[in-house]
């Protein structure tokens, strides 16, 4: 790189001593990088610096092969840490140490490779440099590595400039090289980058080239015993990587930029949630690039400019990559090449210092941004608890004041910062989810002997996925609390039986690609706690598509009182298009019950479904035998809940959020009612109104109780529900004192119901208590049939139900990648009202089995068989969806089933379903 000459002014003032300017800027340097140096908790991965720092050699190498970071900082920490001690202060000085030189260091560079002003102004921005102010108070390696970028740029010049280089020279290059090859695998960029640079320099002489491809392999060669040892460990240093992570997306390409440059001004991830700091950097942009355009439009500077450009952009370019092989690589990783843009951001500022107005008004509102960037960052980093690190002191306080020596912490899979902030007397183990049998081990010996078990975790990841951990806690006691900090949580388990591995029973569910062939319930939970479950699964044929399983806990009546979803996922925590054919999987569940659940009998059932982009569920049909569809859903089996244990909080976060009333409604001596909720505000004839009650017994024993629930308009009363709560089955005197229950009522809009208003009301003997105002949508009856392009010979009987008329179909082509669309015409019958029943529609294959269908409440829900006065006609339209690609004639079958158990209404024929008259041939796409 040649030196930029500059005229110098014979009545130029004399100019500071430059050792005066460098010695004051080493120390604001020290000084910012020493404040509040300890103010931050040890991290996650501080503490994992620390623990490697204090193992054995042995341990430390044999845990570095096995994940992404090569060991030499380590080592060099663990020298450190035994002379100054492993405090968070001591550790993080080493940092400080290093990226204090790094100012010094790139003064030195500045001022000989291109002049004076551009060392300083150069060493100014590395010593207010947010991001390695940031990075000098962390127990890591990235405060180092600018520094070695650096000495290799020096040397690269230095060989490249000399006409014959000394073996020294090429010497220290190589061990150089072989440092930082050892100190961060990132360095690979720098060390390709410089390599680069030598072969275009020494291209034309042939000795040095013959030194340099001697470098190359002396390089090698000390850097192959530890590529051996990473070789055999590649299963885990890419597990480590997490390249193979099926559920981290794509880095969009505008949102990597617009982060990598905010953050080398910031050294903040979160900067672009920072207004300010966001805009400043923005500006900054626009500045740097038209003091680039100056500087590459004028010939006495483009080539220095371009250089420190290279310097820069070149080793980070293929950042870009290993941003879409590792989405989730923290920018840090390449904080070391920001070293160069500051370089080239103190040659701009010195150059366009010399220029005329034009040049001097640029280079001070450059300046300015980058002071106020700055500014913005340290203020933040220092002051703003927003982007202050996990609060690890804050949860190990509250621990320390809670657990004794007969309680269990059990932290996160390699997290150590909690040992390093947590003095209390209580054992801390990390079980590794991903190895079961260790981990059922660890529990079986731990947990189940503990008073409380206190389970610590991240609210921005989980290495427990599969939620092994919580459903073995959940299944030997119950959870009782969850405290928040910033960044963790902790869930508090009170173990109250041995912890044993689940002993699965048979089971047969077949769901096509999935089968269900293994399951386990828990029985006797209490009431306000949880129901866990464990399912064994064989994957029959790959899939492309994840699966998820939506449990449902339902009572006789089918409400659905608890519900959980989850993606399927095996032993190693990958989801099902990563399965293979034949592969069996048993998956973990938590299904959190909502205070307040009557201590009863329920149904468990699940459903297996998957989401496209746009958040549509599509769900597997349930399989019978012959390999035809019979639901979507299949009962796991019952379960009976014990009174509740009486939880105070909510540590499963499913407390309803119901309208408290202003005061709790007193309906009956000790009876109180304390919050309800009306799930609408306007409803259709035949439509279901439901009413959600919570009730608390203030004293016990209460007698039998039974508050009516009515829906009137002004003096006629329309709907009455008059039962013991929970449809009759837990009746008010069994309750117990204190004791809060959840009701759900469904009132049923009659089809004689008027327009207008109408009042939910409770009614207890004389006490009445107004819930809410619904508004009656009553439509109008039709009972002439509309014109129809397919008209039955004879309208045919549904049970006493209702008559089908006849139907529109869309006209052909079809194709099975569209919907066929159809509109059927029913009659409505006496027996209409007396159950919710769903219309299907089914297009069936010449051997008779489902290639596509429509299952739904008649008009898509707006017009309710309840709802169907006797005679009038009702316009049903459907969309029969195609369940799989098909080519040939078809047939349609539509009739009438009641959901709730699945039982089809019986034609006057006999038969279960109506084969319309009309065929019709499926085509090729």
């Not at 740029?153 to 230095?158: G, H, K, S, T």
């Not at 690039?289 to 080539?303: E, I, K, N, P, Q």
């Not at 959870?479 to 591995?501: I, M």
């Not at 439509?687 to 009516?708: E, K, M, S, V």
């Amino acid at each position: 790189m040649t030196k930029p000459q500059n005229p110098k002014s014979p009545t130029s003032n004399p100019k500071p001593p430059a050792s005066n300017l460098v010695i004051s800027l080493l120390l604001l340097a020290f000084a910012l990088r020493c404040y509040r140096l300890d103010a931050q908790p040890i991290w996650w991965d501080e503490a994992i610096s620390i623990h490697l720092a204090t193992s054995t050699v042995a341990s430390l190498l044999a845990d570095r092969a096995a994940h992404i970071h090569p060991p030499l900082y380590f080592l060099l920490l663990k020298g450190w840490v035994a002379l100054s001690g492993p405090s968070a202060f001591s550790a993080r000085f080493l940092s400080v140490w290093f990226n204090t030189l790094l100012v010094a260091a790139i003064y030195s560079f500045g001022r000989r490779y291109l002049d004076r002003r551009t060392g300083l102004l150069a060493g100014l921005l590395a010593t207010l440099s947010p991001l390695y102010v940031v990075y000098s108070q962390e127990v890591r390696v990235y405060a180092l590595l600018p520094l070695v970028y650096l000495a290799l740029l020096a040397l690269v010049n230095r060989l490249s400039r000399a006409p014959h280089n000394s073996q020294f020279d090429w010497l220290l290059l190589i061990g150089l090289e072989v440092v930082g090859l050892h100190l961060h695998y990132i360095l690979i960029l720098a060390v390709v980058y410089v390599n680069l640079l030598l072969l275009l320099r020494l291209w034309r002489r042939k000795h040095e080239l013959a030194r340099w491809l001697a470098s190359i392999a002396v390089v090698a060669l000390f850097c192959l015993p530890w590529a051996i040892a990473v070789v055999f460990n590649w299963d885990a240093v890419l597990a480590d990587v997490g390249v193979s992570d099926p559920f981290v997306e794509p880095v969009p390409l505008d949102y990597f930029v617009r982060l990598l440059w905010t953050f080398q001004w910031s050294g903040l991830t979160a900067a672009p949630s920072l207004p300010p700091l966001h805009s400043a950097s923005l500006i900054l942009a626009g500045l740097l690039l038209a003091a680039l355009v100056f500087l590459v439009a004028d010939a006495r500077t483009r080539a220095s400019t371009l250089r420190l450009l290279a310097h820069w952009g070149v080793p980070l370019a293929p950042a870009l990559l290993l941003w879409q092989a590792k989405p989730l690589s923290h920018p840090r990783y390449v904080a070391l090449f920001a070293v160069a843009l500051l370089l080239l951001t103190g040659y701009a500022l010195a150059q366009l210092g010399r220029r005329r107005a034009a040049g001097r008004v640029l280079a001070a509102l450059t300046g300015l941004t980058v002071l106020v960037t700055s500014s913005i960052a340290l203020h933040a980093w220092y002051c703003d608890p927003h982007f202050a690190k996990d609060d690890v002191r804050g949860l190990a306080a509250r621990l320390e004041a809670e657990t004794t020596a007969d309680d269990l912490i059990i932290a996160p899979w390699q997290d150590w910062s909690l040992d390093y902030a947590y003095h209390g007397p209580a054992p801390i183990i990390r079980p590794d989810p991903a190895d079961e049998p260790a981990t059922w081990s660890a529990l079986l010996t731990h947990a189940g002997a503990a008073r409380r078990v206190f389970l610590v975790n991240y609210h921005r990841g989980n290495r427990d996925r599969r939620g092994l951990i919580p459903f073995t806690l959940e299944s030997a006691g119950s959870l009782s609390e969850r405290w928040d900090f910033k960044g963790l949580y902790v869930r508090v388990y009170e173990p109250d039986r041995p912890v044993v591995p689940p002993a699965l029973a048979p089971a047969d569910a077949d769901f096509g690609p999935l089968r269900l062939t293994g399951a386990w319930v828990e029985q006797n939970p209490p009431a306000d706690t949880a129901v866990t479950l464990a399912l064994r699964w064989r994957l029959e044929e790959p899939v492309g598509d994840r699966y998820r399983v939506g449990l449902r806990l339902r009572d006789l009546d089918g409400w659905e009182l608890a519900a959980a979803d989850a993606y399927l996922l095996d032993d190693r925590a990958l989801p099902t298009d990563r399965w293979t054919a034949g592969e069996e999987a048993t998956t973990y569940h938590v299904l959190p019950l909502v205070p307040g659940t009557p201590p009863l009998t329920y149904t468990l059932s699940l459903g297996i479904y998957t989401t496209d982009d746009e958040g549509t569920v599509h769900p597997l049909d349930l399989l019978d035998t012959a390999g035809n569809p019979r639901g979507q859903s299949y009962e796991v089996g019952t379960v009976i809940l014990a009174p509740a244990r009486g939880v105070r909080s909510d540590p499963y976060r499913v407390v309803p959020d119901l309208p408290p009333l202003p005061e709790p409604a007193v309906l009956a001596n000790g009876l109180l009612l304390e919050a309800t909720a009306l799930d609408r505000q306007t409803v259709a004839p035949g439509q279901p109104l439901f009413i959600t009650l919570r009730w608390r017994a203030a004293a016990a024993p209460l007698p039998d109780l039974r508050p009516a629930l009515i829906l009137s308009q002004a003096s006629n009363i329309l709907a009455t529900a008059e039962d013991a709560p929970a449809g009759g089955r837990y009746p008010t005197d069994r309750w117990r004192a204190g004791e809060v229950v959840l009701e759900h009522r469904r009132l049923t809009v009659p089809p004689t119901a008027a327009d207008g208003p109408a009042t939910v009301a409770l009614v207890l003997g004389e006490r009445c208590v107004v819930l809410g105002n619904v508004e009656i949508a009553a439509g109008e009856h039709v009972f002439t049939p509309p014109p129809m392009a397919y008209e039955m010979e004879v309208p045919v009987r549904l049970g006493d139900v209702a008559e089908l008329l006849g139907y529109d179909l869309a006209p052909g082509p079809y194709t099975s990648d569209r919907s066929i669309p159809i509109t059927l015409y029913w009659r409505a019958l006496e027996g209409a009202t007396s159950a919710d029943y769903t219309v299907f529609t089914h297009l069936l294959a010449a051997d008779g089995h489902l290639v596509a269908q429509h299952d739904g409440p008649p008009a898509g829900g707006t017009r309710p068989t309840p709802g169907w006065l006797p005679g009038e006609i009702i316009t049903d339209h459907h969309e029969m969806t195609f369940r799989e690609p098909y080519v040939g004639p078809a047939t349609i079958g539509v009739g009438l089933y009641d959901s709730a158990p699945l039982e089809r209404v019986v034609a006057a024929t006999g038969d279960t379903s109506v084969i319309l008259p009309s065929s019709l041939n499926v085509e090729g796409q």
